[in-house]
Each structure stands twice: as C-alpha cells, then as structure tokens.
C-alpha cells in the first residue's frame, strides 16, 4: 500500500525510484515492511569470485554478481549525487558500502523518531530488505554470502540500540534534536550538542538536562549552531555519567568537503580492546582485519575529544586496516 496513514508499504523510491536517501523519512508509514539500498560485499568476499584481472568496479564479473539486473546503473546515481567517484576496486566498493550505511541509519533514525508517545505513534517499525545473501553478490544484503557483516549492519544496530539520539538541520544556525529510549528504558540523562570544524576546533557547545521516556521518542527542541551547514555537529547522550547514545550531522554532499587528515590513533590497552582517538572529525571509518574477528562496533565517526572503544574478538594486530572517508 501506498498509504502513509493506514497499514504496511514497501519504500522503493529510494533505489528503484532514485530518489535521494536522505528523504527517507518523508516516506514513513504504520509500518514499512521493505526498503533498502545495494552496497559491494567486502573485499575478502569479492576475491572469492574475481579473477584478479575483474579486480575494477564495472567489470564483468562485478556487473554479473549483482543480484538487479540494473543495479550497477541504479547504484551509479547515488554515489555521483554524494561522494567523490574513485576507480580504483577497493576504494568504491568502500563507497558503496558508505552511501547504504548512511542511507539505512538515516531511514531508521527517522522513522523512530516518529514513534511519539500515545496517538502519536506514526511508524511503529520497519524491516530492511535484506539481512544476508543466497551467492556472493553486490545486494541489497547488509550482511554478505559468507556472512561477513557490510559496514551498514553496524550503523542499523547503532540505530535501534535501546536509547537513540537524532539531529536534524533545521536553520543554518540551528538544528533540532530528540531522543529515543526503548521498551525498558526510561529515567534521567544528559543530551550534550557540540559544533566542530572540519579542521577540528569546537565551535559550540550546549548541555541540558534530558527525560527519557520508554518506548518513545520525545523532541529536545533547538540548538543554536552557527554555520551548521558547514561545520559537523555532533550530539552524545549521557546517563550515570556513561555515553549511551551518539550521533552527527555532517554538511552535504559529501562530495563537496574537503576533509583533512583527521590524526586518527589507536591504542591498543589489551590484545582485543581498541581505543581510537582524533584531532580532526573523520567520517565512516571502517576497520577491517580479515576474517574471524567480531568487532562490538564499526563505520564509526569520530570525533576530537571523544574517544571511542572498540572490542575486537580474535584480533591480530598485524593485519589491523583503516579506512575512512576522504575528500581531497
């Protein structure tokens, strides 16, 4: 159904339609029972079933191992109207695994925010199309063949953690926020709203104090932010003096950004456990050891001053990777 009122619909403007992602939450439902946006599998995944000599993005091979006839022609648009094109294998298939992380968060953060309070409960939830795949491909699967999570299956798990935090441009000097809690979550905390440049000076900074409420959203009203649309904004929800939730709100398109180095260091405190630290903001950034390592979290943006920790199960150092978003 194409009802926004009444019942369930499937979302395919977005992809099929080739409308920008970002207008996912203009097509909120009751209840959405299916949406997505392709991304590449991992590398490891794709030299499983390339030659070396396919090693390009459009390929034969890449082109054959796309489970839509017309996915490399649906894909293209949405990389051109939000990032800078790279040629080389291993650069794009990172940018196609960015645009659907960002494209999936932004549908799930939107449309929980839309779960109110009573009588205002306008999307009670969604489910992606899809979770896994039946052969190695470029899909709409945010977790690949061999079952090696694509960067986006983090990003939806950040999404529907128990509390949320959401931002939203609404003025260039000012932005909207809101929280959200789950079922069993509720009690009081402290929402934080901080403005950076991209060559990493704090431009502003505002805390209040916050209500959770359970199993809904509740709006915080707006932020002054001067120039937020040029300068990232990031938000970091407290409670009992813990961060429980994050989020930012970059300029778009990427494209346009000239990002600079962001000093990205890690520290490793034990064999499994990763500190990662920045001077500047950096965008998706992805880490990557090969396989058998489960990470408990990853395509992260991080921010100065606000370190993050990362536990990598069965890590080896040696083979340890980074990657990010890079505009130069």
């Not at 000012?174 to 809690?181: D, F």
């Amino acid at each position: 159904s194409g009802d926004l009122t009444l019942g369930d619909q499937h979302v395919w403007s977005i992809w099929h339609g080739a409308v920008p992602y970002q207008d996912y939450p203009k097509f909120a439902g009751r209840f959405v029972s299916e949406f997505g946006m392709q991304a590449f599998p991992v590398m490891e995944t794709i030299k499983d079933f390339a030659e070396p000599a396919e090693f390009y993005p459009q390929s034969r091979t890449l082109d054959f191992h796309n489970k839509d006839a017309g996915g490399p022609r649906r894909l293209a648009p949405y990389l051109i109207e939000n990032v800078r094109i790279v040629s080389d294998l291993e650069g794009y298939a990172y940018l196609t695994q960015f645009v659907q992380s960002e494209a999936l968060a932004a549908a799930f953060r939107g449309w929980r925010r839309r779960w109110s309070g009573p009588e205002r409960e306008y999307t009670a939830g969604a489910l992606v199309w899809q979770l896994n795949d039946c052969w190695p491909v470029t899909s709409w699967a945010i977790v690949d063949y061999y079952l090696r999570p694509k960067p986006a299956y983090y990003a939806i798990r950040r999404e529907l953690a128990p509390f949320g935090v959401g931002l939203a441009r609404t003025s260039a000097k000012s932005i909207s926020a809101w929280i959200v809690a789950g079922a069993h979550s509720a009690g009081n905390a402290e929402l934080e709203v901080r403005a950076w440049t991209l060559a990493g000076t704090l431009l502003s900074e505002e805390r209040r104090s916050v209500v959770l409420v359970a199993n809904q959203s509740v709006e915080q009203g707006e932020f002054a932010s001067e120039r937020n649309d040029a300068c990232v904004v990031a938000a970091r929800l407290f409670q009992d003096g813990h961060v429980v939730a994050r989020t930012t709100l970059w300029p778009e398109p990427f494209k346009y950004l000239t990002l600079p180095d962001p000093e990205i260091t890690i520290e490793h405190p034990d064999t499994d456990t990763l500190h990662l630290h920045v001077k500047r903001p950096a965008k998706g950034v992805w880490l990557s050891a090969g396989d058998g390592v489960i990470w408990s979290d990853n395509m992260l943006d991080l921010l100065p001053d606000d370190p993050q920790t990362v536990v990598a199960q069965g890590l080896k150092e040696n083979l340890l990777q980074v990657q990010w978003l890079i505009g130069q």
